[in-house]
């Protein structure tokens, strides 16, 4: 069974920027279209990036336009997250996983905490 493995969360003030990390534990993305998702504090897990892992096509949804950037790299078989001008409302665990998400293949998150 694959899970992700998601890392490089943190602690950083408002405008300050972090890189994420998505790697599969046991096997390989299953899946052309990848995503990030995201859940704050007492709100479900919504989406945040996809991108197709084959022509490298992106979507963000309108609250991370402009700030954050999907990436992949298919050599080492690993998707990121740049992230920039942070906002306290970026707060969450952030998560990686195919797109439509399959339920075995969530991973545990990597915390994004965002200081103002």
């Known amino acids: 069974q694959v899970h992700m493995v998601e890392s490089g969360g943190g602690l950083v003030q408002a405008g300050g920027s972090l890189r994420l990390s998505c790697a599969a534990s046991?096997?390989?993305?299953?899946?052309?279209?990848m995503g990030w998702f995201r859940q704050a504090p007492g709100k479900e897990r919504t989406l945040v990036a996809v991108?197709?892992?084959?022509?490298?096509?992106?979507y963000y949804v309108d609250s991370v336009k402009g700030r954050f950037t999907i990436s992949r790299d298919n050599a080492k078989n690993t998707m990121y997250l740049q992230m920039n001008t942070l906002k306290p409302e970026d707060t969450a665990v952030y998560y990686c996983?195919?797109?439509?998400?399959?339920?075995?293949?969530w991973g545990q998150g990597t915390q994004v905490t965002v200081s103002s």
């Open positions: 996983n195919t797109n439509p998400p399959k339920t075995d293949s």
């Open positions: 046991g096997g390989t993305f299953s899946s052309n279209f």
């Open positions: 991108i197709n892992w084959s022509t490298n096509w992106t």
